[in-house]
């Protein structure tokens, strides 16, 4: 085969380096981001949390009237890291017309932070308008506003305040373009907090006797896996311990007991986990934030626990 004269060649090595400059642009670097890159091209992002950022647990779908056709109307097709393929494969969940889904993040948070906080990876043919809304608790709900794209990149600066911390997305079909059929409503394949935070929970009943803020025996084990995972986020992380009770007792005694529990644990992941002070807030929350109802031991159980919040480091 005859080769090309030397400046063709120089002439397409220059064109060739000219197109791997737009396809590829400084931002998609790899070692600029500090968790885990999803998707290609323009629609990749940089998730910190890598595969932790994804909602694990449906809490409610009502499909509507006019629902999507089997397998595509099975909610958990919406957890977890995206999968799509192709629309002949139930990778993702229709929500029909006028379809709700509510998803939680069991093992993360979602946080305010500089520019878009929320992914929603929406597929299929058609685009479809959707309503989104965050909860702390699942039940005061506060809406964003509409999205549709098929990946919608969100800001939560407008509803949440300094602080907040979210567990629940609601999704709410409200476009009315491809409605019906066998992918009723928009098509939702997965959804990302960007802005978040891990979420480790410790059941009380683990770390402490009844009413007591001295760590038991047992305790050391489960903070030493917890220190283990913090150390393997680096030293540019950001860690709040908050302790918490149910609703037995008083609110001050309560008050008392869930800070002295969130100072004990951290006393002792202290040892273990390198940090600035400035990097440590230590809360007590007593009753205040409950996970469940207090009106069965299991939910008892469950408000007497205590959390740390971890915020990633952003640009290492």
Sequence with gaps: MPQSPPLVRRVLALAAFL??????????????????????????????????????????FTPGARPSEAPFDNPAAALGEPDYQRTSRPDFVSLGCD??????????????????????????????ETELAISADGRDWRVVGRIEGARADVDIASVARPGERFRFVRLRNVGRKGCGGRHSGADIDAVAAVGAELRLSFDAAVLFDVGQAELRPQAQAELATAAARLN?????????????????????????????????????????????????????????????????????????????????????
């Design 19 to 60: 197109i791997a400059g737009l396809q590829a642009p400084a931002w998609a670097a790899p070692d600029d981001c500090p968790g885990a890159w999803y998707g290609a091209g323009k629609k990749r992002i940089c998730l910190p949390l890598g595969a932790a950022s994804f909602a694990d647990r449906v809490v409610s």
């Design 99 to 128: 379809g709700t889904l509510v998803l939680a993040f069991a093992d993360n948070v979602l946080v305010d932070v500089d520019g878009m906080d929320l992914y929603v990876f929406e597929v299929g043919p058609y685009v479809e």
């Design 232 to 316: 393997a986020m680096g030293s540019d992380i950001r860690v709040t311990v908050e302790g918490h009770t149910d609703s037995t007792g008083s609110d001050a005694d309560n008050l008392r007991l869930s800070e002295a529990r969130a100072r004990a644990v951290w006393a002792h992941l202290a040892a273990e986990v390198a940090l600035p002070a400035a990097a440590v807030t230590i809360r007590g929350l007593g009753e205040s934030r409950p996970v469940a109802g207090n009106d069965s031991d299991e939910g008892h159980a469950l408000n007497r626990r205590v959390e740390l919040l971890v915020a990633p480091g952003r640009g290492r």
